[in-house]
């Protein structure tokens, strides 16, 4: 992100290399009065060591801010990615040996795309109070093509499909406190976050060994809805005396899966819920000069 009300700058870098190599970044960032700006793209491609190894890939970030004073930030974030590339396989020992370039799988391929959006929010109030909010959504998709060359031929070729959709918002509070006492530099944090996603998963079977990622005209080999929901409160302090601070945290978490398979080996649905307490504590010691010796142990599942 650019620094507050900093002026504007300008980057730009571009490589290039053997096997079709070729990479340029660049960004633009700067201030007009209470706005902050940010925007930065990135591409690369290369045909790759082996065949089929050949890629292309770009992404793109946007962030713009708005501070109505010092105290407040309004943001926005969006990032957009795409990846599509050849996934030559795996090679014995002895088939690089031979032809270090050989693709056992010269059809095989992969696609991802993903965008994501986050609206932020920070405000900072009287007596030490700060408030960090965001709410977000992400989209990706995860789709692969890959052939089987077992048996006699033809030889099937299987589209997966991999979507994920997420969003979530997350609010927490942060409490400075212990000046003028032995704990100065205390700070109590506390919040929620609340999140659900759905990621649908769907198999075809085809025998077109080139056959377009979206292309479902094969026979549908799966069908499988999945969703999750995730919800949690936690809270931590960090009370300093002196160099040494003690750090005890507190989690509540809820989660829910639910997989639904219509098409697939597996027919019905299966579901998991849990509940559970999870505790955190940390012990750390400042000595000289920037040095910390930090232990934590917490809980998990």
Known sequence: RPRPGGG?????????GSDGLYQTYNAVQGSAGPLDYR???????????????????WQSNFYLGY????DQLLALDFHAA???????GRLTFQQFQDTPDFAPA?????????????????????????LQAKGWYTHQDLDNRNQSFRGAPP??????????NNGGFDIRFRKNWGDGTMLKGSALTFGGTFYHGDAPLNRYSTFDLTADRFDTSGVHTLDQSRNSDYQA???????????????????LAHESVHVDTAIGPNFGSRSADHTGPLWGIGLGN????????????????
Do not use: C, M
């Open 8 to 16: 504007f700058s300008f980057t730009t870098e571009q490589i290039g």
């Open 286 to 301: 400042d000595f000289g000069h920037l040095n910390e010796t930090y232990f934590s142990a917490s809980s998990g599942w």
């Open 82 to 88: 795409q990846f599509s590339g050849g996934d030559p």
């Open 155 to 164: 030889f099937p070729t299987t589209l997966q499909t991999d979507e994920f």
């Open 67 to 70: 501070r109505s004073n010092e």
């Open 106 to 130: 010269p059809f095989d391929h992969a696609w991802v795309d993903r965008y994501s959006v986050v609206l932020r929010d920070e405000w900072k109030f009287a007596d030490g109070w700060l």
């Open 233 to 251: 409160f936690f809270v931590e302090n960090i009370f300093r005396l002196g160099k040494f601070h003690i750090v005890p945290s507190f989690r």
């Open 39 to 57: 925007v930065d793209g990135f591409y690369a491609r290369s045909d790759g060591q082996r065949d089929n190894s050949q890629y292309h890939q």
